[in-house]
């Protein structure tokens, strides 16, 4: 019995099967917990992006004039959401003076501003009637189409501009709330040619929707600045209308 060594061998398998399974244990851990953490994130950064998809038409009924204002839930995951940024559009248009018989040209500027929430090194916005998102890697995109329209004989163009400065950062609900004031409607005739600067922390989107949408040349683009530059030259005249929508936003 003293001599027998299947006590040790016992010993020994166990010591190896507990091993085996502490290894795996540890494995799972340091593999699995990021990859459920990334995943965790990843549905974070949808939901987002899917609730600036509810809040864009919902504060473009302002705009529209359809409300005079509007109140949205959106759900926090642990980033900001504040009114902020610098962006501005300039609109210069080359117009034919029947008075003086020659062509003359007028520019239309405004700042914008925006709605945005920035979760980890993701950021989505609400701005100029549309809405656009940008990622740690890539350029930014475009979720919601802005509400330019245009056809043979005529092009609309919305500003809206955002004031305000309150945000919020943390976790669970908030609302955003946004009060229309006054709009106001500027109208060109006989427009032969349209150019539009851009200057925005999504210029990237708004390039790629000035070229295809609006079928407008990209004359320049300036990472630095973070600016574009794009411009049209009509066959024949048309007339432009710029709408002009001042929107007053708080977060709570």
Not at 85 to 97: C, D, F, R
Request: glycine fraction near 6%; hydrophobic fraction near 40%; include cysteine.
């Amino acid at each position: 019995m003293f001599d027998s060594d299947e006590a040790v061998s016992e010993v020994v398998d166990f010591s190896i099967t507990l091993g085996v399974m502490l290894l795996a244990i540890a494995v799972i851990a340091l593999a699995g917990y990021p990859l459920v953490q990334h995943m965790k994130e990843t549905g974070h950064m949808e939901n987002i992006r899917q609730s600036f998809s509810v809040l864009t038409p919902n504060m473009n009924k302002i705009v529209f004039g359809k409300a005079p204002s509007q109140s949205v839930e959106l759900k926090m995951y642990g980033g900001t959401v504040y009114i902020t940024g610098t962006s501005y559009m300039n609109v210069t248009m080359e117009k034919w003076n029947g008075s003086s018989l020659a062509l003359e040209t007028t520019s239309f500027e405004r700042q914008l501003r925006m709605i945005e929430n920035q979760y980890k090194e993701t950021s989505v916005a609400y701005e100029n009637t549309g809405a656009w998102a940008k990622y740690s890697q890539g350029k930014a995109v475009m979720i919601s189409k802005p509400t330019f329209a245009c056809d043979n004989d005529s092009l609309i163009i919305p500003i809206v501009t955002i004031t305000g400065t309150k945000g919020t950062s943390g976790s669970g609900l908030i609302r955003v709330i946004a009060d229309g004031s006054q709009h106001a409607v500027e109208k060109y005739d006989n427009v032969s040619k349209v150019e539009i600067t851009m200057s925005s922390d999504y210029y990237e989107a708004w390039e790629k929707y000035l070229n295809e949408s609006l079928e407008m040349n990209i004359a320049d683009i300036n990472s630095t600045t973070r600016t574009i530059h794009a411009e049209k030259t009509y066959t024949s005249n048309i007339d432009v209308f710029i709408t002009v929508s001042p929107m007053s936003v708080t977060v709570e």
